[in-house]
Every structure is written in structure tokens, then in C-alpha cells.
């Protein structure tokens, strides 16, 4: 079974460039996370989808990050502009029905200068 | 508040020695409790995953307790291989849907 997918691997940019990260999780799972994790913390998430529809945003920074799942498997993350605090990496996971063990990508690691 | 606190925050010990790292947390209404672990520059792997009716879960050399009572977790490592070298990271569910992670414990196993 193949798992999570995240593209790219690394990114390097300047502050106020823009990035977008792109995810496709594990085939039936219907729920998708993005999380935050910056150096030496636990994942923070970012924003959970169920199919294509948006479950939890409540801290994603939403005047410069957005994401989607338009099609319900495979979802974007943009940041635009980014800052120098969006270094981190940012991992995308999928579960079943959002209830099971999540099943986590290699990580996107971003670092903006 | 619903928090996961973990510690250590890092820990240094011998290959073939034992450990345990802890888990504390305040999220409720509680519905699981997992312990994943996450080599460098990879995402997190789940090793247990615990409901409130247990106390005990192993996987190989893991084994995780939990005592619903105090709010407390731990995961012990036994005869520790070098490949356990990585962040352990506890995770607690709330209504089965929301979960809250801890900052986790960097383990480092040297030989």
C-alpha cells in the first residue's frame, strides 16, 4: 500500500515569495490534515478536510496561508507572502474517517530567508 | 485548557539500556491516547494507541501504560537499539476527532 505523498521534499525562498506544497494521501482515505511543525515542537495542524469540505481552520493564518481539496484526494497548501517564521516543516497526513491513526507523509521542509 | 505535556525533553542513554518517557495531559473528554515516533526528516509513525479501558499495550520492545485516572502515560523502551534513536511524540484525542500533540521527547542512543 502506498503512503503519503508530499512534494516537494525541500523548498528554500525568500520572505514575501510565495510556495505551494502538494500532498496526495493514502487511496480511500477521506481525511487530510496539514500540520505546522517547527524545529524541536510536536505538529501543530494547520487545517483537517473531510472529502473536499473543511472540517478545522481555526489557526491556520489565513490572510497568508490557504489550501484545498477541490477533487477530495489530493490537496494543496500555499503560503503567500511567507515569512521568515514559516520555517518549518509541514506535514500532511490521512486517515479513514478522521477517527483512525494517521498516516503521515515525509514532511515539506520550507525554509524561508 | 487541553494540553499534552511530555518529558524529558531530550534524553541520552546506552544502546541496550531501558527508558521511559512520560506523558501528562488535561484534554477531555479524553478518547485515546497514541504514541507515535518520528525519525529524522520523516513524519511520525504510530507504535500504540490506547482507549480508556487500558492500562497496557506493547509493540515489540515498546510498551505504553496509561492510567486514565491521574492523566498520565508512559512509553518504555526496552533494550534499546540504536535505530530507537528519534522524537517520540504523544498524541491525545478528543471526541475522537480533535487531537492535541505533545512537543515530544528527542531520544538519542548511543552506542
Known amino acids: 500500500e502506498a503512503g503519503v505523498a508530499q512534494s516537494p521534499r525541500y523548498k528554500i525562498i525568500e520572505k514575501r515569495q510565495s510556495v505551494a506544497f502538494w500532498c496526495n494521501p493514502i487511496?480511500?482515505?477521506?481525511?487530510l490534515y496539514w500540520y505546522q511543525q517547527i524545529l524541536g515542537q510536536g505538529p501543530k495542524l494547520l487545517i483537517q478536510?473531510?472529502?473536499?469540505?473543511?472540517?478545522?481552520d481555526s489557526q491556520l493564518p489565513k490572510d497568508r496561508f490557504s489550501a484545498e481539496r477541490l477533487k477530495g484526494v489530493d490537496s494543496t497548501l500555499k503560503i503567500q507572502p511567507a515569512k521568515l517564521e514559516d520555517s518549518a516543516v509541514y506535514l500532511c497526513?490521512?486517515?479513514?474517517?478522521?477517527?483512525?491513526?494517521?498516516?503521515f507523509g515525509p514532511g515539506t521542509r520550507l525554509l524561508v530567508l | 485548557k487541553n494540553q499534552v505535556e511530555q518529558s524529558p525533553q531530550s534524553l541520552i542513554i546506552l544502546e541496550g539500556k531501558n527508558c521511559t518517557l512520560q506523558?501528562?495531559?488535561?484534554?477531555?473528554?479524553?478518547?485515546?491516547l497514541r504514541w507515535y515516533k518520528q525519525d529524522t526528516g520523516r513524519g511520525p509513525v504510530s507504535l500504540t494507541i490506547?482507549?480508556?479501558?487500558?492500562n497496557t499495550k506493547s509493540n515489540g520492545r515498546y510498551t505504553a501504560t496509561l492510567d486514565a485516572d491521574t492523566k498520565q502515560s508512559s512509553l518504555h523502551i526496552t533494550a534499546s537499539q540504536l535505530s530507537d534513536s528519534a522524537s517520540y511524540i504523544c498524541?491525545?484525542?478528543?471526541?475522537?476527532?480533535?487531537?492535541?500533540f505533545g512537543s515530544g521527547t528527542k531520544l538519542n542512543v548511543k552506542p
Open positions: 478536510f473531510q472529502n473536499n469540505g473543511v472540517v478545522d
Open positions: 506523558c501528562n495531559y488535561t484534554v477531555s473528554p479524553f478518547s485515546n
Open positions: 487511496s480511500g482515505h477521506a481525511t
Open positions: 490506547m482507549t480508556f479501558s487500558e
Open positions: 497526513a490521512s486517515s479513514l474517517q478522521g477517527r483512525e491513526t494517521q498516516y
Open positions: 498524541v491525545v484525542s478528543a471526541n475522537f476527532n480533535k487531537f492535541y
